[in-house]
């Protein structure tokens, strides 16, 4: 794909787009893209053409606000909808993190597990307990947003804890570790036990400053990278900084960074976090967590760009007129 040096300037898009200006375009972009098409997700490919791939980080979250701005034009999406897509996404968002941290559930497996309550013949209960409980940590997530409550030692705690809740790590639950870790395949050593008090109470103040003049994606890649590099617990920093991740990221009004569990991408994911603890280099994985937030921006505006609804009437104007303008 071609890399842009710079996105195109959208500040008089959408200035002044009235019920009946935003129902026309919708008529012409149904005309134009969503009647010849099967499945949203074969908008995609229109949408990357509309929102090209960005060289510079700035330009990237640019690009990020305005397909914020776009999912905007449609909230407040239809309850039973979003419903379905946040269903479907938290299935797959539990699916990808703990294929990072090595479980083998398949996509279909993890749903049939936390959906269905089904085991799977061959996989092991601590893989099902996981899946479980990644699945109620993201029910409690999406608790904490909805209660605009803001990340803290608390809430970090918390989720930890429903990590855990089951399985052989149990008893670590929300509790930070009193022993000396190392993590596989990295250089990079944690902190020494005794450090991590102090340095979660620094990762809160880190937050807090951050938090008034960085970008949500920004700020949302530097705290998960800070805390997987505290590795505050014996078990279950990966999926903990993830969660602690898109709490940041849904507070903003941003979608989950689903980072893909396979292979190249958890090695890229790796990668991206030893520059940052071992180079003190945050560009990279600031890079590939925006590059997921792009993904789920886009995702979104493809499933709910074709609502044919009656309260769909007189949403998504901004978003039909950035498409027609891109054509």
């Known amino acids: 794909m071609t890399l842009s040096k710079k996105p195109k300037s959208s500040e008089a898009i959408g200035a002044h787009i009235t019920l009946g200006h935003a129902a026309a375009l919708r008529q012409a972009f149904f005309e134009r893209v969503l009647s010849h098409i099967n499945s949203p997700m074969e908008l995609l490919p229109a949408l990357e053409r509309a929102f090209p791939v960005y060289a510079a980080l700035p330009d990237t979250l640019a690009q990020l606000d305005d397909l914020k701005r776009c999912l905007d034009s449609f909230r407040p999406l239809n309850a039973a909808q979003l419903e379905r897509l946040q269903a479907a996404w938290d299935t797959e968002y539990t699916y990808e993190s703990n294929r990072i941290e090595g479980n083998t559930l398949t996509l279909s497996e993890t749903s049939l597990v936390i959906n269905?309550?089904?085991?799977?013949?061959g996989k092991t209960i601590d893989e099902h307990l996981e899946a479980i409980n990644h699945k109620e940590a993201v029910?409690?997530?999406?608790?904490?947003?909805?209660?605009?409550?803001?990340v803290s030692e608390w809430t970090i705690k918390c989720l930890h804890e429903l990590i855990l809740k089951n399985g052989k790590n149990h008893d670590d639950r929300g509790r930070y570790r009193s022993v000396p870790v190392s993590i596989t395949g990295t250089s990079y050593v944690p902190p020494q036990p005794w450090q991590v008090p102090k340095l979660m109470e620094e990762l809160?103040?880190?937050?807090?400053?951050?938090k008034t003049h960085l970008h949500p994606v920004e700020l949302?890649?530097?705290?998960?990278?800070?805390?997987?590099?505290?590795?505050?617990?014996?078990?279950?920093?990966?999926?903990?900084?993830?969660?602690?991740?898109?709490l940041i990221l849904l507070r903003a009004g941003f979608p989950i960074a689903n980072i893909s569990g396979d292979r190249a991408t958890r090695l890229d994911y790796y990668n991206s976090l030893n520059a940052s603890h071992i180079d003190h280099n945050d560009e990279p994985f600031r890079v590939l967590v925006a590059r997921y937030v792009r993904d789920g921006l886009f995702r979104y505006l493809a499933m709910v760009s074709g609502n044919a609804g009656q309260d769909a009437e007189g949403k998504g104007g901004y978003f039909y007129e950035r498409m027609a303008a891109a054509k």
């Open 204 to 210: 809160i103040g880190h937050y807090q400053a951050k």
């Open 220 to 246: 949302a890649a530097d705290i998960h990278a800070e805390l997987v590099g505290i590795h505050p617990f014996i078990d279950g920093n990966g999926r903990t900084s993830r969660l602690v991740m898109n």
């Open 139 to 150: 029910g409690y997530l999406r608790g904490i947003v909805s209660g605009e409550q803001d």
């Open 116 to 121: 269905e309550g089904i085991t799977v013949a």
